[in-house]
């Protein structure tokens, strides 16, 4: 099996930052992608960030300039430094993973277990 552990949520101050970690661990022979949903209160999960196995990375509109993520491979883990944060960005932040658990296998996704964010003044 495959567990993500968040942590780096919190509540924080318009303009402020905050840093996402998420840790993956198990049964991995491989990540192809890392990223970060959220969901606020009676809206849909969404994208935030992710970043593709290689390098390349995709941002939401609504984040670009404002958030970067970052991959550290030898460590399976990913990170979402978050600046300049509104409180529109408040929601519960969700690690996302896509991996291979063998050689031939296809990818699985995998979720973790959520953060809140909070920007509140």
């Known amino acids: 099996q495959v567990q993500l552990v968040e942590s780096g949520g919190g509540l924080v101050q318009p303009g402020g930052s905050l840093r996402l970690s998420c840790a993956a661990s198990g049964s991995i022979f491989s990540i192809d992608v890392m990223g970060w949903y959220r969901q606020a209160p009676g809206k849909q999960r969404e994208l935030v960030a992710n970043?593709?196995?290689?390098?390349?990375?995709n941002y939401a509109d609504a984040v670009k300039a404002r958030f970067t993520i970052s991959r550290d491979s030898s460590k399976k883990m990913v990170y979402l430094q978050m600046n300049s944060l509104k409180p529109e960005d408040t929601a519960v932040y969700y690690c996302n993973v896509l991996i291979r658990m063998g050689q031939g296998l296809g990818p699985r996704v995998y979720w973790g277990q959520g953060t809140q964010v909070t920007v509140s003044s």
């Open positions: 970043i593709i196995n290689g390098g390349r990375t």
